[in-house]
């Protein structure tokens, strides 16, 4: 393709970027984007991508990796660069996890990383429950001879085994902390056994393999002279190390978006101090983005109060959005009895539904933790309206019906059963016939493999459309249209192309949940269509935690629990907490609703809480 002359590049697909926006597209060297609510910060790394790329200025055969911290992230970010650039230059985009990253590294050069520390050529991924940490950390402890630190089995391996830099040889400890660590480290291990190893420990093993062999370190430096990193206030400890590891002392220049107001995650090993620290060890300029694309002017307004609390230095947002209510664009709503919490919401969604012709997704009922209490509470009144509450966090077998939804294999697998059920649906056929393209190991410069494939897809999808024809949804008839397109799509190929299946059970865990969530669909519907709406929850509204709705949007969201009893373990000051908070609030496009009930618990521990919001001219309605 021919090149574009820099100053002559436009943005692809939208009309054009904020000033701030501009400046850090066009930044060569290591930038740190500030990205709040509403920013756009996908949009703005899928057009840095293209910048780069069809200006050029990332030449071939060079590459562009970029690291997201969930795999729907990674996908959406590399199907946003597809869309924006053409076939030839958009392969030069890799869109992957921080752990597929890793991963794949340890997995391909497994036999590089030092012996003290080689893992069996087989490994399996571990996701060692808490009350096996604590047995181990108990065992530990006990074991050594000195003053014992207080160690918790949440944060124990994000926190302590992920900073720990493991040395080329190992020697003995010299401390508690080191003495359990490498007790852990053992453990993963297994001495003549199948090694079992966490994320972390991948992570930790990607980086040691950095350090032990400088000549990988060159490769990737060569490689990718532009790296992103998304959710950048969300990185652990061992994420950052590894990205020292890899890409700092040398030519590449690394993007980190994100945002300290909406850092929730230090939980899970997320650094308190990434940005601070990314910018000293990268010199990199700081450039936030000022335009809010998703809240409107009145909801900007409100946040910026919560933002405050956080960072007194903000910088206000500029809404770029229209209002489209009338009335309160925020309320905290005030009840003594749950039930009337759960009736008064029932009621005000079914009118505001009718009254502005929303669809159930327009909305969302977002919660702090378990989301089961409050979908029992709520899914009565609700469904007495006609509507259906979805709780998102729902088990389904091993895993969740949102990592469910979000999972590589599931979403073709559902896009494959619209296709067999209606043949106007362009988004499931651009899923599946890249997601078939990319399983078939089907370059672009191969026009035959490329009909070869393409006629296999059509022959399979007429009969596929034949066979659901004849058998109406049920239990038996969905177990029999996963069967054909399991086949289809095929294990093998699933495990080959997709780094996270390629060890360990996911794969299994996420045929059995297909299976089971498709069965149910099936049940309970009167056509296959109705069956596919159902699994994707097309007509529901969605309940989740804060956690599990970052990086989604809703015309109106609930927060329904702003109590001392949901809140129990918040002390005033404390940044996650407010930080949780802010996130839920910035999902809002047109209104945010906060529920309290003193039923469920006092509003001591989260009077903060309700004096910001006060503070920013939010009314408290009581209910009856």
Request: net charge negative; with cysteine.
């Amino acid at each position: 393709m021919l090149l574009t002359q820099p100053q002559n590049w436009h943005p692809r697909g939208i009309e054009n970027l904020e000033p701030a926006a501009w400046q850090a597209l066009r930044q060569i060297d290591s930038t740190c984007v500030v990205a709040g609510p509403g920013a756009g910060k996908t949009e703005f790394l899928a057009q840095r991508a293209a910048y780069l790329l069809e200006t050029g200025i990332c030449a071939a055969p060079h590459q562009i990796l970029a690291i997201s911290f969930k795999s729907d992230a990674a996908a959406n970010l590399g199907a946003r660069v597809k869309k924006r650039c053409p076939d030839e230059v958009a392969s030069r985009f890799t869109s992957v996890t921080f752990d597929a990253f890793t991963k794949g590294l340890v997995d391909r050069f497994l036999a590089a990383i030092p012996h003290d520390w080689r893992p069996t050529d087989r490994y399996d991924v571990d996701f060692p429950p808490r009350w096996k940490i604590a047995q181990f950390l108990e065992s530990s402890l006990a074991q050594w001879q000195g003053g014992s630190p207080e160690l918790s089995p949440n944060t124990f391996e994000s926190r302590w085994v992920g900073a720990y830099r493991l040395p080329l040889t190992r020697h003995a400890p010299t401390s508690a902390i080191e003495f359990v660590v490498l007790r852990w480290w053992d453990e993963l291990l297994k001495s003549g056994q199948t090694s079992k190893l966490t994320f972390v420990a991948l992570n930790r093993l990607a980086e040691l393999l950095l350090r032990s062999t400088p000549q990988i370190k060159r490769a990737l430096q060569t490689t990718y002279p532009y790296v992103f990193v998304d959710e950048f206030q969300d990185t652990t400890y061992a994420q950052y190390d590894f990205l020292i590891s890899a890409f700092s002392g040398g030519d590449t220049a690394v993007t980190a978006v994100g945002d300290n107001k909406q850092r929730i995650m230090t939980w899970a090993g997320a650094r308190i101090d990434a940005f601070e620290q990314f910018r000293q060890d990268f010199d990199a300029a700081k450039i936030p983005l000022l335009f809010n694309f998703r809240s409107s002017p009145e909801l900007v307004r409100i946040q910026h109060v919560v933002a405050k609390a956080l960072d007194n230095s903000v910088i206000p947002s500029r809404s770029q959005s229209v209002s489209k209510i009338n009335g309160d664009v925020a309320q905290v709503w005030c009840s003594t009895q749950i039930a009337v919490e759960a009736e008064n919401m029932a009621s005000w969604l079914a009118a505001d539904m009718t009254q502005r012709d929303n669809a159930p997704r327009d909305y969302a009922v977002l919660v702090k933790q378990r989301s089961d209490i409050f979908e029992s509470n709520l899914a009565g009144p609700l469904l007495r309206r006609g509507i259906r509450l979805r709780n998102e966090s729902k088990s389904l077998g091993r895993t969740t019906l949102q990592d469910l939804l979000s999972d590589n294999f599931s979403c073709a697998a559902i896009a494959l059963v619209r296709l067999g059920t209606s043949r106007q649906a362009p988004n499931a056929w651009e899923l599946c016939t890249n997601t078939i393209r990319d399983l078939r190991a089907i370059p672009p410069s191969d026009p035959t493999a490329e009909n070869r494939v393409e006629s296999e897809f059509a022959d399979f999808l007429k009969d596929l459309r034949s066979e659901m024809l004849a058998r109406p949804p049920t239990k038996e008839n969905a177990d029999f249209v996963a069967n054909k397109i399991v086949c289809f799509l095929g294990l093998k190929e699933l495990s080959a192309t997709y780094v996270q299946y390629s060890t360990g059970d996911l794969l299994e865990i996420m045929v059995e949940a297909f299976y089971e969530h498709l069965a149910e669909s099936a049940e309970e519907a009167p056509c296959w269509e109705a069956c596919v709406d159902s699994f994707e929850g097309v007509h529901q509204i969605p309940l989740m935690t804060v956690h599990k709705s970052k990086g989604l949007e809703y015309d109106t969201i609930f927060f329904v629990g702003l109590d001392d009893k949901t809140w129990w373990s918040h002390k005033p000051g404390n940044a996650e907490g407010i930080a949780t908070f802010f996130v839920a609030l910035s999902r809002a496009k047109q209104r945010a609703i906060f529920t309290f009930c003193s039923e469920r618990g006092g509003r001591v521990k989260v009077d903060e809480l309700f004096q910001l919001l006060t503070t920013a001219g939010v009314p408290e309605i009581h209910l009856s």
